[in-house]
């Protein structure tokens, strides 16, 4: 670059740099400043609120979808971002476009598509375990569900992972969108894959609803229950408008009326019987998130 283009490009983003520096403790005013997210001002206060204990650690950090679409030199955006705010972090994005041109010292960027479980292994063999996990990728329910299922046991205890934009649980996948437009020009957002059932088994936020009772699931009053993984490792989920986190840890301690799912000795006793088959309760099936990818979860694996 000539002497004179580079003093051109640093006095136009002398403002932006300046800027980024003095905010860089809090993610409220890194948002709008990167021009990050769709709704900057909610997404910077939750960030803030849940990232803000582990600013100054040294962590590995995942964010899906660079932002730029099919523009291999747009986007990249958040993921400076992130750079500023963890300065002693490392920042890992994917895309299903090539990005690697907006990689920097710091940001390494993989190009594939986030529902490809060879392509998501061969990622964290090189990344390692990470530490914080953000999908903001093609927002399609099934795909969502599927990477956390593959990513979540990548995350390492206390790490945290979060799902941006859960609204496109709500938007259908008509199939009739195409009879009003070509289906070369199709919006992305026809192909969400969401439902305007609420209770729908297929969209991410009641997949999510149903890992709440996971963190519950000592407390089950069901005799030979076999906890699941997201069972024994998340310990806390919270929910927003159109956004989910989801912690990682140890949530195999025992319960307090129910323990390993059976009601202790002193309450049988207190009840008056000696043990639960006395009770002669149905118990119904419960179903296992785990299961599209069963094989993942098993000992042997994890
Ligand atoms: C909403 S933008 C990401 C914005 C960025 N995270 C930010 O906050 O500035 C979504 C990105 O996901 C990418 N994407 C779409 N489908 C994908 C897929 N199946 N796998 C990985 N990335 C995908 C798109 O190319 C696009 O760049």
Redesign the pocket.
Same mark, same amino acid.
């Given at each position: 670059m000539k002497l004179d283009s580079y003093c051109q490009t640093f006095f136009k983003n002398l403002p932006h740099q300046l800027k980024s520096f003095i905010y860089r403790k809090d993610l409220r005013k890194l948002l709008p400043l990167?021009?990050?997210?769709?709704n900057p001002n909610m997404y910077g206060q939750r960030y803030q609120q849940h990232f803000a204990p582990l600013r100054t650690k040294k962590l590995k950090i995942l964010?899906?979808?660079?932002?730029?679409?099919?523009d291999p030199l747009s986007?990249? $955006?958040?993921?400076r971002?992130w750079k500023t705010y963890f300065p002693n972090s490392m920042i890992y994005?994917?895309?299903?476009?090539d990005?690697k041109a907006l990689e920097s010292d710091r940001i390494k960027i993989f190009q594939?598509?986030?529902?490809?479980e060879n392509f998501l292994e061969k990622v964290v063999a090189e990344t390692g375990k990470l530490d914080i996990i953000?999908d903001?990728?093609?927002?399609?329910n099934e795909?969502v569900i599927k990477t956390f299922q593959i990513l979540f046991p990548e995350l390492n205890d206390g790490g945290i992972y979060v799902v941006? $934009?859960t609204h496109t649980s709500y938007i259908p996948s008509y199939d009739n969108w195409s009879n009003f437009c070509s289906d070369s020009v199709l919006p992305?957002w026809a192909r969400y894959g969401g439902s305007l059932d609420l209770y729908d088994s297929r969209t991410m936020i009641n997949f999510f609803k149903r890992l709440v009772d996971c963190l519950s699931h000592q407390e089950f009053l069901h005799p030979g229950y076999s906890p699941n993984y997201f069972d024994k490792h998340i310990v806390a989920i919270h929910f927003y408008r159109n956004q989910v986190f989801i912690y990682k840890g140890d949530n195999t301690g025992p319960g307090n009326v129910v323990e390993n799912n059976v009601l202790r000795p002193e309450w049988l006793k207190e009840i008056g019987i000696k043990s639960m088959e006395e009770l002669e309760l149905e118990f119904p099936t419960i179903d296992d998130p785990t299961r599209l990818l069963s094989n993942r979860y098993s000992d042997s694996h994890l």
């Open positions: 990167y021009n990050s997210k769709w964010e899906i979808g660079v932002g730029g679409y099919d986007g990249g $955006d958040s993921l971002m994005g994917i895309d299903i476009v990005k594939d598509s986030q529902d490809d953000i903001d990728g093609s927002h399609q795909h941006e $934009d992305h």
